[in-house]
């Protein structure tokens, strides 16, 4: 049974920083993505950023280049997300979420991806 567990969401100011990780365990496929996905009230699903397990290679959305980071521990089996710069905009729920990998194609949809955690709330007030 794959399972994915996120954390690290809070509360922070604009300008700051937090660190999300998914802890991810069920597991028997290659060549999959790992993937952050926000949502924020009336608002769709969106990728923010994916991690390819075959390769590393990496998708960021535009509104979040330069200032998020994704990574991979896979001794740990443990995907992260570096948010810096945060910005009101930022607050939403974010899942991560395990799926096909389509970063080659530059995207990162949310319809690709079949198993997602329960989600972790973040929240910049400015």
């Known amino acids: 049974e794959v399972q994915l567990v996120e954390s690290g969401g809070g509360l922070v100011q604009a300008g700051g920083s937090l660190r999300l990780s998914c802890a991810a365990s069920?597991?028997?496929?290659?060549?999959?993505?790992i993937g952050w996905f926000r949502q924020a009230p009336g608002k769709e699903r969106e990728g923010v950023s994916c991690?390819?397990?075959?390769?590393?290679?990496?998708y960021y959305a535009d509104s979040v280049k330069g200032r998020f980071t994704i990574s991979s521990d896979n001794a740990k089996n443990t995907v992260y997300l570096q948010m810096n710069s945060l910005k009101p905009e930022d607050t939403a729920v974010y899942y991560c979420a395990v799926g096909l990998d389509t970063i080659g194609s530059g995207n990162c949809p949310a319809y690709e991806y079949d198993y997602w955690g329960q989600g972790t709330q973040v929240t910049v007030s400015s």
């Open positions: 069920g597991f028997t496929f290659d060549d999959y993505a």
């Open positions: 991690i390819s397990s075959s390769d590393g290679s990496t």
